[in-house]
């Protein structure tokens, strides 16, 4: 079957690093994707890896490999505002998204 | 560019009645719509994507009779909750894949309805 998998809750402190995993098992592979979610609203795009590396963009990183089924975000210089739910999701051969449960990072002062 | 706009943003209703929400791309042309659910403190719920001009298809579980979807145009597809009861009550998201522009089959989305049945 087809699974994603990400930590439930994570905490970190204002202006520190975070990184938040992802690992996943699909019917082919297309890429990934992760979006951040602010609670109440919609998702937002914040990257997409179909490659194996990292990808920088601003405050936020995402690497990929592919042999291994495993990604991650990396935030840097940790905001309160970066407080949200952290989805990621992979586009399975279908090109149809699978999305995990979602990570909520809490940023304590 | 790639906007996704839905109408309403919040709707609340009684129960046994029917509810219509309305999801557009404002500056694309949406080849695929896809209909989510949520609810508090999940992640999202596929509950169908439709392709422009042809029928929905649904996910295992989500009843067709009650949440009907149509994609008729290249910017509009509706979701409609049929004689809705609390247990509807959730957060409904729409997103729009098209051509061109954009992370190749990267899904945009609309902002959300929040619908509650009493």
């Known amino acids: 079957g087809q699974n994603i998998d990400q930590p439930t809750e994570m905490t970190a402190t204002e202006g520190a690093i975070v990184q938040i995993n992802c690992t996943y098992q699909?019917?082919?592979?297309?890429?990934l994707f992760w979006y951040q979610q602010h609670a109440g609203e919609a998702p937002t795009f914040l990257s997409y890896?179909?490659l194996d590396g990292l990808e920088e963009k601003g405050r936020f990183s995402s690497f990929l490999s592919r042999s291994k089924g495993y990604s991650y975000l990396l935030l840097k210089e940790l905001q309160m505002k970066d407080s949200a739910s952290y989805l990621c999701?992979?586009?399975?051969?279908?090109?149809?998204?699978?999305w995990g449960a979602g990570t909520k990072l809490i940023i304590k002062p | 560019g790639a906007v996704v706009s839905q109408h309403p943003s919040w709707v609340i209703c009684k129960s046994g009645t029917s509810v219509k929400i309305e999801c557009r791309s404002l500056?694309?042309?949406?080849?695929?719509m896809f209909w989510y659910r949520q609810f508090p403190k999940q992640s999202l719920m596929l509950m169908a994507t439709?392709?422009?001009?042809?029928?929905?298809?649904?996910e295992q579980g989500v009843e067709k009779d009650k949440f009907l979807i149509n994609h008729a145009s290249l910017t509009l597809s509706t979701l409609t909750v049929t004689s809705a009861h609390p247990e509807d009550s959730s957060f409904y998201i729409c997103?729009?894949?098209?051509?061109?522009?954009?992370?190749?089959?990267?899904?945009?989305f609309g902002p959300g309805t929040r619908l509650t049945v009493t």
């Open positions: 997103s729009a894949r098209g051509r061109g522009g954009g992370k190749p089959y990267e899904q945009y």
């Open positions: 890896n179909v």
């Open positions: 999701a992979a586009l399975d051969s279908n090109y149809q998204l699978i």
């Open positions: 500056d694309f042309q949406a080849t695929t």
């Open positions: 439709s392709n422009e001009g042809s029928k929905a298809t649904y």
């Open positions: 699909t019917s082919g592979f297309n890429g």
